[in-house]
């Protein structure tokens, strides 16, 4: 019997459905909360990604909706996803001082030295002192 190597990956996506996923990151960047987290719970994969990386929770993050992370956070999604450049949502959300999301991250056991765009690294290249506050306070309670 011959064997079809095409079938061997997966599936290939129309150009309508890889447009559908891709609008999942466009709601991500706006922080349309429901509908993402609508389209989730109905089998989006919550650890989507795009072409350079970045999830939906590190899009989330870097926009700041705090509402979206924690929805996010809430269907278990992988907290320490890595981008193409080597950031997280974690260094997202303290270049972006961010202390509600940085918070909630780090609550979820996001970890701050993960990465060459860590949370520490973020804090010494931009001088941004506040959040070391703010990541240290966290990891004294922990």
């Known amino acids: 019997m011959a064997h079809d190597s095409a079938q061997d990956g997966p599936p ?8 559908f996923l891709n609008s999942m990151f466009d709601l991500a960047r706006a922080g349309r909360t429901e509908e993402l987290l609508s389209l989730i719970d ?27 992370v924690r929805g996010l956070l ?6 320490d996803r890595m981008n193409d450049r080597g950031q ?17 991250l780090l609550q979820a056991g ?23 506050t703010v990541v240290d306070t966290h990891r004294k309670q922990a």
């Open 12 to 19: 290939e996506l129309t150009d309508e459905q890889l447009e």
């Open 88 to 104: 997280t949502a974690l260094s997202c959300a303290v270049f972006r001082q961010n202390e509600e999301i940085t918070a909630a």
């Open 74 to 79: 809430e269907r278990d999604v992988d907290v």
């Open 42 to 68: 109905q089998g989006i994969p919550v650890n989507l990604t795009n072409s350079k990386g970045d999830s939906l929770l590190i899009l989330a993050s870097y926009n700041d909706h705090a509402g979206l």
């Open 110 to 132: 996001a970890d701050v030295e993960l990465g060459p765009q860590n949370a520490y690294a973020v804090i010494d290249m931009f001088g941004l002192e506040n959040m070391r």
